[in-house]
């Protein structure tokens, strides 16, 4: 419809009473105006949805989605989406906040390139909205899909997040409905973004600095600890191969390249077995999937270790089996040189 707005902003909410009026106002400030603001409320226990309420009693342009049941952060979203109007959707977490100018920039760059994902710089900053550095940062470039997904896949296009970037709403909806299996806490952007750069025709980063990303010490992934961040991301990982299976070879194997790079990272690393126990039903529901769907990806794990020539990082037991294997080299080495 004409009067539809371009682009609609998504904004879960739960446990928001300190930080989403920042987080709302920032989006009713924005220069573009032709936009809609959704936030959804999942089911807060706090005052929440009595703030929304307050706002959108000024603002025509802020609606409410008031779940009555908590799930989750990519089920609130998703509610978010399916009420949209926008031809493309926006996001924010409600304890971050956006420049003046984000939509502004990224609907631009869209209109101008027709680009199905427009993706956006971003500032690190701490609870005080001190600019603690660059979280994303960009130069402009038009990828078509395949190269787009491989650098995604790469790490190359910044984090796995959805709140830096412009997407077409159908394409969105379409990844974002997909059905997991089961409820992935804090690595659900990550399974989503794969559906959506793979079948990308064209992806656009800028260089503008957009948004403010909060750095908390109780972020999901400190406060989950290593273990059940591993778990969570081990179980992403098989859910991706499952859903994503009638990907081509070359696609499958960005998908596994994308996870042991995730995996390589210091927050997922493990040093104590025992600390796994807790987290025994999403690994072995992990591991079920994999075996039926990437059994290589166990081999790979079981066998060789999880390295990635980027990282400065290795886990202790890659880093076990690259000594072995040097003593081993040096060993053989000194046989011939007696």
């Avoid at 573009?32 to 703030?51: C, G, K, R, T």
């Avoid at 406060?223 to 859910?239: E, K, M, P, T």
Wanted: glycine residues 4%; aromatic residues 8%.
């Amino acid at each position: 419809m004409s009067d539809s707005p371009f682009v609609s902003v998504i904004v879960p909410v739960y446990k928001a009473a300190a930080t989403i009026s920042r987080c709302i106002d920032s989006l009713t400030k924005q220069t573009y105006p032709n936009l809609e603001i959704i936030a959804v409320n999942d089911a807060s226990p706090d005052n929440s949805l009595a703030i929304l309420k307050q706002i959108a009693s000024n603002t025509p342009t802020l609606r409410i989605v008031d779940k009555s049941q908590n799930e989750g952060v990519h089920a609130a979203r998703l509610d978010g989406m399916k009420a949209a109007r926008g031809r493309y959707l926006a996001f924010s977490d409600s304890d971050d906040w956006s420049e003046p100018d984000m939509i502004e920039n990224l609907s631009k760059h869209c209109r101008k390139t027709q680009a199905d994902i427009v993706i956006g710089g971003s500032y690190l900053v701490d609870a005080a909205g001190k600019k603690l550095g660059y979280k994303t940062k960009f130069k402009y470039q038009e990828l078509a899909g395949p190269s787009a997904f491989e650098e995604f896949c790469n790490l190359r296009l910044g984090t796995a997040a959805l709140w830096n970037k412009l997407i077409q709403r159908e394409l969105a909806l379409k990844f974002a409905e997909q059905d997991w299996g089961w409820r992935p806490d804090a690595v659900e952007d990550t399974l989503m973004l794969i559906g959506c750069l793979a079948e990308a025709n064209k992806v656009v980063t800028i260089q503008e600095m957009l948004y403010n990303y909060v750095q908390h010490d109780n972020a999901a992934t400190k406060s989950a600890g290593n273990a059940l961040s591993f778990a969570r991301i081990l179980r992403a990982y098989a859910s991706a191969t499952e859903v994503y299976q009638d990907f081509e070879p070359p696609f499958k194997q960005l998908v596994d390249e994308l996870y042991r790079r995730q995996l390589n990272m210091p927050v997922y690393h493990v040093y104590e077995a025992s600390d796994l126990n807790s987290s025994k039903d999403l690994l072995e529901a992990a591991v079920k999937i994999l075996a039926a769907n990437r059994p290589s990806a166990l081999y790979e794990m079981a066998n060789i270790g999880i390295i990635c020539p980027g990282s400065r990082n290795l886990h202790k037991s890659s880093l076990g089996k690259l000594l072995w294997a040097g003593k081993a080299t040096l060993r053989s080495l000194w046989s011939r040189i007696r």
